[in-house]
């Protein structure tokens, strides 16, 4: 049995060989190299890939902070 990321990847790399960029109306998309659900990025469930991914966000906003 497939996991739902597997699913996902495999139906990604099918709607970039055929050039679609939207399936099910607007919930899933294609914007470049990014998969979006709804309109939010979709990360796999790779414990560090999201890790990383909330670091380099959490690194951006706290930049943004100005220390206030």
């Given at each position: 049995?497939r996991?739902?990321?597997?699913?996902v990847?495999?139906?990604v790399?099918?709607?970039?060989?055929?050039g679609v960029?939207?399936?099910?109306?607007?919930?899933?998309?294609?914007?470049?190299?990014?998969v979006?659900?709804?309109?939010k990025?979709?990360v796999?469930?790779d414990?560090?890939?999201?890790?990383?991914?909330?670091q380099?966000?959490?690194?951006?906003?706290?930049?943004?902070?100005?220390?206030?």
């Amino acid at each position: 049995m497939r996991s739902k990321d597997e699913n996902v990847v495999r139906v990604v790399e099918e709607m970039k060989k055929v050039g679609v960029k939207e399936l099910r109306g607007d919930k899933w998309k294609l914007n470049e190299d990014l998969v979006l659900k709804e309109g939010k990025i979709y990360v796999l469930k790779d414990e560090k890939l999201r890790a990383e991914v909330i670091q380099l966000h959490y690194n951006i906003l706290a930049a943004r902070h100005g220390g206030r």
